[in-house]
Structures are given as C-alpha cells and as structure tokens.
C-alpha cells in the first residue's frame, strides 16, 4: 500500500462513545497505548468535553440505535459530528454511520454515511463463511486517505469479525475496500467523518497506526 496524505499530530483529547455494548475496553487500551487518555461517552454533555469520538464495534444494529434514543445521545449525535466533531466508527460503529443495516429494518442509522449495510453472504464453493472472522487484506485506498498514511503494502492485513458490510459502489469518498465474496468498503472517509469496517484495535501495529492517524485529524 502506498503512502497517503496526513498532517501533524495533535495530542486532543477522545470520547469512546457508550451505546450499552461494544468493545469499549480494548478500544480504551489501544489509544493508551497510542498515549491518547479517552473517556466514555455516556451523556449528550460528554459530546461538548471532547475533541474527537470514536464509536466502537461489537453489537447488534438496532439495540446500539435504541440505547442511543433512550440516552438522549441521538438526538444530538447527527448533528454534533456534521458540525465537524472528528469522528470514527468501528466496525458496528461503521455501520451505524449509514443509513440502515438488514440487521434490523425497524429503526434507522445515523445518515452520516448514504449507504445501506447488507448482510455477508456465504458461499460454501469458494470456502466464504459468515461471519467473517480473521485476517483479511485491504486494498489501497481511492484517494488520499488520512486513516492510512504511512502504511505500505506489506501492512495491508487488518482483522475483521463482521456478519455485515456496506457494499462497494461508486462514490467521490476516500475508500478502501476488502473482498469476502462479494467487494465491500473497508473505510470510508467524508471530511472529518471516518469509519472502519475491520477492528484497528485488534489489528497490531499497523491499527495502531490507523487510531494514531485518526488522532492526527483532531485539533
């Protein structure tokens, strides 16, 4: 993978946003390590003591977007990142960025994203097996991606453990994308909006390496 556009690095404080699952802890540590100190988002007032928000995978699609309306949290959410809240989604957190998930057509995503996330499909003749679970490569990045800066070819390998995925289809965002069956978006990337469909925090060093570009981006 080639190296990407980036800027300084800016020591600003993160948000781990709370929406009663998740994999709130092992996010936690991986930006300790990264020598950010996060704090959990629990509360529509917590949004106004941060600098960047993460929202971290692990979960089912519509109970995350449930606890966010009884928390109050959705309400203002949309909102708080359009105004230029740099932010980050995780797996599930990625998928809570878009429009809406099959997982659960009863309620709707947070539209920060204009895509629909569908279900991995299996396919027992090629050995494609739902959910994904592993190591899977990432292709290089359409555009000058922010998330990947500095990362080359040899560190193209990130772990994901997904039953859904947003499809790949055209769009001006900044994009990766992986295959598992079908071709699917790996990040995205929208102005100050990020989101990952792999787990950086369980991706070695170079999702350490996504986390610390993404705290490049918060001034």
């Not at 930006?31 to 106004?48: G, N």
């Not at 057509?105 to 629909?116: A, M, R």
Request: aromatic share 10%; net charge neutral; charged share 15%.
């Amino acid at each position: 993978m080639h190296d990407f556009c980036g800027q300084g690095l800016n020591v600003s404080r993160i948000g781990i946003l709370s929406y009663g699952t998740g994999n709130l802890s092992s996010v936690y540590k991986s930006f300790s390590t990264i020598s950010e100190s996060p704090s959990v988002v629990v509360s529509p007032v917590d949004l106004k003591r941060i600098d960047g928000l993460v929202l971290p995978g692990v979960g089912h699609f519509g109970a995350a977007m449930r606890y966010l309306s009884e928390t109050r949290l959705l309400a203002y959410l949309p909102s708080t990142i359009r105004d230029g809240l740099p932010t980050l989604g995780i797996c599930l957190g990625l998928q809570l960025m878009c429009e809406f998930s099959e997982e659960d057509s009863t309620v709707k995503g947070l539209g920060l994203f204009p895509f629909g996330v569908s279900r991995l499909r299996s396919q027992p003749q090629t050995n494609v097996k739902v959910p994904q679970i592993g190591w899977n490569s990432v292709r290089p990045a359409m555009g000058c991606s922010k998330l990947f800066e500095g990362l080359h070819r040899d560190e193209n390998y990130f772990y994901f453990a997904n039953s859904f995925g947003v499809k790949v289809n055209e769009t001006p965002m900044v994009n990766t994308s992986y295959c598992h069956g079908d071709h699917y978006f790996a990040s995205l990337e929208s102005g100050s909006v990020f989101g990952v469909q792999f787990h950086p925090e369980k991706s070695g060093e170079q999702g350490l390496k996504v986390l610390e570009n993404f705290a490049r981006t918060i001034r």
